[in-house]
């Protein structure tokens, strides 16, 4: 609802919005102003201006922008020379290139690795009886050190010697997958295009949307366990935590963490209890285990096929850093 002070349109019954470009659909959104300052001159003798950034949080009967230290400004109207909205402030985690997220996680999975210039190739035995997609593939992100031709020869004879189909994990939308698609790779025929999206979170910023979890409840209880990966670097270990009801585990999840850094994965739930909350209780315990040592990020990668998944991961804090797709040579 608008002020009956509020100028507006005689046509819509819309609040105007000046010719700077700003008016009531900014509120709620980060903007840059530029404004007079009056009584002061500027270095060529005209009028002084001075630039302003923040969230506008009103715009009747002027402006009000608060500004990243917390402090409100007020802006009359008629100061006003330009504004505009601007993208967000990226976080922490959105300016770690996508190369080194994918990286610290694939530096979690035991197995054999390889380089060719950015390109790391890895192999890593089976989990849980079935072989994992980003513990076997390349991670394409950049540039190899030989002629693209070259270098995909040396990866699917790299991979044929450890009986190893040859795939890439590639940036969606990039310059390299783009190259790869020209030299005729596809998605693999049981991955059916869907794209994985790479999440990023601060631990401490988690568990504080979190906040507090029973570990009890009518559904049972809630315990975490850890150890070394077996065949991993001495300094990897895995934490898993359970969710369990008359002496069945009914949710679970597992971190692999190595210095600040934790991955966290095969989070389930039983069919019978899904949409109870179990899932926050095992990422919780998660969070709650790989805070004592120290970790500081976490990441998961989510298909984005999966909504529930997706959302849940949302309304716990987790941010989308990228989404990334799988390629293998058309047979």
Known sequence: MTSPDEPQDVNSGSPVTGAHGLGPHVVGTRIVVRRLVPGETGPTGGPAFTDLLGVAEGWWPDLVVRRADGTAVTVPHALIVSGKPVPPRASRLQRVPGREVQRRVRGLWPGETATLGDWLLQVSPPHEGRVRRRANSVLAYGSPDRPLGEALAAVEQWYAARDRPPELCVPLGSAEETALRDAGWTEPPDFDGHAVAVQVGSVARLRRALGPVDGRGDTGTAETRRGPVEGAAPDVERVRASVTA?????ASGLADLRGDWACVHDVRTDAA????????????????????????TVVLHVLTTNAPALALYAGLGFEEHHTATYLAPRR
Request: hydrophobic share 40%; net charge positive; glycine share 18%.
């Open 246 to 250: 008359d002496g069945h585990r009914i």
């Open 273 to 296: 209890y899904r949409r109870t909350g179990l899932a926050r209780r095992v990422v919780a315990g998660l969070l709650g285990e790989v805070a004592e040592r120290g970790v500081t």
